[in-house]
C-alpha cells in the first residue's frame, strides 16, 4: 500500500488550521564533524523523531509539542510507548519499537563491543513540530545540552 504522505501531512496541517507548510532551506552546511576516536571507544547517544516516550512519561500533545522525553537506555521495548501527529505511521512502532526507536540493537552494539558505550539516557521528541523557528531555538538546544552532559561521543539520529 502507497501512502502519499506529502498529501496527508498537508491535509492534516490544514485540518489543524496551519497555512501551507514551507519545508526547510538550509542556507549553510550542517556541522558535521568526523568521529574523533574508533567506535568501538565511542559512546554513543540516540534522538528518535518518533513520540516514543517510556511507560510513567507523559505522552506528547498533537499540536506543536517542542517538548524532549529523556528515556533510560535500560527501557525493555514493552516499556515504550508512542504518540505523533502522524498517527497512521505508528502501527509498526507499537508492534515492533526498534523499527523506529532502535534502543534494544543500540544495547547489543554495546554489548558485543561494535559501540563503546551507550549513553544512560536516549532522547525522543514529536518531529512533526510546524514551527521551525521552535525546532532551532527550543528543541535542538536542548537536546545538544542532553547529549554534551553526557559526553556523547556520536550521536544516532532516527527521522520518522
Not at 501551507?20 to 523523531?49: C, H, I, N
Amino acid at each position: 500500500m502507497t501512502v502519499g504522505y506529502m498529501q496527508a501531512i498537508t491535509e492534516r496541517y490544514k485540518s489543524l488550521g496551519y497555512a501551507p507548510y514551507r519545508w526547510f532551506r538550509a542556507e549553510d552546511a550542517p556541522p558535521w564533524q568526523p568521529l574523533s576516536k574508533p567506535l568501538a571507544a565511542a559512546r554513543v547517544g540516540m534522538l528518535s523523531t518518533s513520540g516514543a516516550y517510556a511507560l510513567g512519561q507523559v505522552a506528547y500533545h498533537y499540536k506543536d509539542d517542542t517538548s524532549i522525553r529523556q528515556i533510560p537506555a535500560g527501557t525493555p521495548d514493552e516499556d515504550l510507548r508512542f504518540s505523533h501527529l502522524t498517527e497512521n505511521y505508528l502501527v509498526d512502532p507499537r508492534r515492533d519499537p526498534a523499527c523506529i526507536f532502535p534502543l534494544r540493537t543500540l544495547r547489543t552494539l554495546a554489548d558485543e563491543g561494535f559501540i563503546g558505550a551507550l549513553a544512560e539516557d536516549v532522547f525522543s521528541c514529536m518531529g512533526a513540530v510546524y514551527s521551525q523557528r521552535r525546532v532551532r531555538e527550543e528543541m535542538l538546544p536542548a537536546v545538544l545540552a542532553s547529549f554534551k552532559a553526557q559526553n556523547i561521543d556520536a550521536a544516532l539520529l532516527v527521522p520518522m
